[in-house]
């Protein structure tokens, strides 16, 4: 554990590392980028949405500055990670992202996209109301291996208790390839939930990975 | 437009989009209620009540409607501006 580790609320000022923490995340050690597959966009069209899109602040899903947490190491960036309780103020994450995709990125384009979403329906989970949803997880590479994700996830219990004492639940979503993630969420006392898998081979063209777990952890 | 003709209006876009001609629009009804709104469903309603009422919703719009009766609020405060 590094002893020079701060975790603090993101802020607008944060916001290129949240750019950088949203693709990478997304990426999750691919070239892949959903965002780009599946709508059409090149990397910067991508980047200059995400930066209007996290401007709004949608608090309730993950391209929102306020319930990202940043963990910085000697005042450098070295890892972030969004959570929020879902569904607490009525809207599940799906239908604001919905809404939020479609706003800024117009009928056209998502109406080009609806065969390509269609094909990765088979993998989307649907989040449960009232528990912490953990996304975006990133550490840099460099900072990899010194416990950084379990003091994001750990700041994100105690933020989320403090303020919704009620809830009990916290689940994370990730490529059932990503095995490194999977042994560490399994250490820190996550199960799994849920499986999904897609036969399309088509899938990869869009996604990292073709099949996804749900684990989660009871608090 | 008056807000009956705006009700009308609108149950029969749901009834298009969700290819169901019994579908009857409730004020408290919400994604949950009907059986193929998901995102890809949402996305077209969006769509097509924007273009059948002549308007574009704001985002806060978009995000804060939690059913149909906020839906028909959003329509009703559009129309009369």
């Not at chain 1, 450098?76 to 599940?92: F, H, L, S, V």
């Not at chain 1, 604001?96 to 706003?103: A, F, P, R, S």
């Not at chain 1, 384009?109 to 329906?121: G, H, W």
Request: hydrophobic letters at 40%.
């Amino acid at each position: 554990m590094i002893s020079a580790l701060n975790i603090r609320k993101a802020q607008e000022s944060d916001i290129q590392f949240l750019i950088e923490t949203i693709i990478e995340a997304e990426k999750s050690g691919t070239d892949k980028n959903a965002y780009c597959t599946l709508f059409s966009l090149n990397e910067d069209e991508f980047k200059n949405i995400l930066k209007e899109i996290l401007l709004e602040d949608i608090q309730g899903q993950e391209l929102c500055i306020s319930d990202f947490l940043i963990a910085e190491v000697d005042g450098r960036y070295a890892g972030a990670c969004c959570g929020w309780i879902e569904a607490k103020e009525g809207n599940t994450s799906a239908s604001l992202k919905t809404n939020i995709l479609y706003h800024f990125l117009g009928e056209e384009r998502i109406q080009k996209a609806i065969p390509k979403l269609k094909i990765i329906e088979d993998i989307q989970f649907e989040k449960e109301a009232g528990c912490l949803q953990l996304e975006c997880v990133y550490v840099k590479s460099e900072f990899r291996g010194q416990g950084i994700v379990q003091q994001l996830f750990s700041a994100h219990f105690k933020k989320n208790k403090q303020k919704f004492p009620e809830f009990k639940k916290a689940q994370i979503i990730l490529a059932k390839t990503n095995d490194t993630a999977y042994k560490a969420y399994f250490k820190w006392g996550f199960q799994l939930k849920a499986e999904k898998f897609s036969e399309s081979a088509e899938i990869l063209r869009f996604l990292p990975a073709n099949s996804r777990i749900l684990m989660e952890k009871l608090l | 437009m008056e807000k009956i003709e705006i009700h009308t209006k609108l149950n029969k876009i749901f009834q298009t989009v969700f290819k169901d001609s019994n579908l009857q629009i409730r004020d408290d009804m919400s994604a949950k209620d009907v059986a193929k709104w998901d995102s890809l469903n949402h996305m077209t309603l969006i769509a097509t009540v924007e273009k059948e009422f002549g308007f574009k919703f704001k985002l806060k719009e978009l995000v804060n409607m939690k059913n149909v009766g906020d839906l028909l609020t959003a329509i009703s405060l559009k129309a009369c501006q």
